[in-house]
């Protein structure tokens, strides 16, 4: 938990290294454009529109970060907010590590956040930010489910796969980012879970695995993945919108 005496400072971690292959060929997920600006521009600016973030480290592919630091450059973003870039790993875990080993010893909360989340609103941002300075270890925004969800033994792909369970709808909650972290826990967690395959896909399950409390705020619909082409194709209809609105 934090040291009260100590003034609080938030960072924010983008882990930017995957490929993003449902989105089909092409440039890495998080630089495919959005109305005419790379997703992972967006992302960065969406975190630096809190007040309450001193600092974005995106995590670049291994090989990448120039190219990364170069793409930021080229677009604008706000001055009250410090933008680094480092090098991240092979799988999504050791790319937050790798962002977490970036903060300087000054931070004491830190939020993860997608990417692929580009159009997450700033009062999200703020709500998450808040309750952790509040004490709450951990905090995912989370939205209800709208649909029905079913437990199933997996099968192969394109065959039925018998249904062993029918959660209850109510108790569900679909997961957004960014989560934010008391930076100590976060460290901890990330220092004694391993996590096979392609490592830690969800913070703060690794930190519910350490027996700490994560508690969830009220996410927002247009905080969505865009992770298909679909998905790109409601994000622009969102930007479009706050466009027009002045709102963006």
């Known amino acids: 938990m934090y040291d009260e005496t100590r003034p609080h400072r938030t960072a924010a971690v983008i882990p930017a290294a995957g490929r993003g292959t449902r989105l ?6 998080a630089l495919r454009s959005l109305g005419g600006i790379p997703m992972l521009v967006h992302a960065v600016r969406a975190m630096a529109r809190s007040r309450a973030v001193s600092l974005v480290v995106v995590v670049a592919p291994p090989e990448g970060a120039a190219e990364v630091r170069h793409l930021l450059d080229e677009h604008a973003l706000p001055e009250r907010t410090d933008v680094v870039v480092v090098p991240g790993g092979g799988t999504r875990q050791e790319s937050v590590r790798a962002g977490l080993r970036a ?7 830190v939020l993860i956040h997608d990417a692929a989340r580009p159009l997450v609103p700033v009062d999200t941002v703020d709500a998450v930010i808040e309750a952790v300075r509040d004490g709450a270890p951990a905090v995912v925004p989370a939205m209800p489910l ?4 079913k437990e199933v033994e997996p ?8 249904v062993v369970a029918t959660p209850e709808r109510a108790r569900l909650r679909a997961v957004q980012t960014p989560q934010g972290f008391d930076l100590a826990t976060l460290v901890r967690a990330h ?3 391993a996590v096979n395959g392609e490592g830690a896909t969800d913070d703060a399950g690794m930190v519910e695995k350490l027996g700490v ?8 619909e247009e905080a969505f993945k865009v992770t298909r082409p679909l998905d790109l194709v409601l994000a622009e209809a969102v930007l479009a919108r706050r466009r027009a609105t002045d709102v963006y």
């Open 155 to 162: 099968g192969a792909p394109g065959e039925p796969e018998p």
């Open 24 to 29: 089909g060929p092409g440039a890495p997920k």
């Open 213 to 220: 409390s994560v508690v969830l705020v009220p996410g927002h």
């Open 103 to 109: 903060l300087p010893d000054t931070i004491t909360s």
């Open 191 to 193: 220092e004694r879970i």
């Open 146 to 149: 709208a649909d029905t969800v």
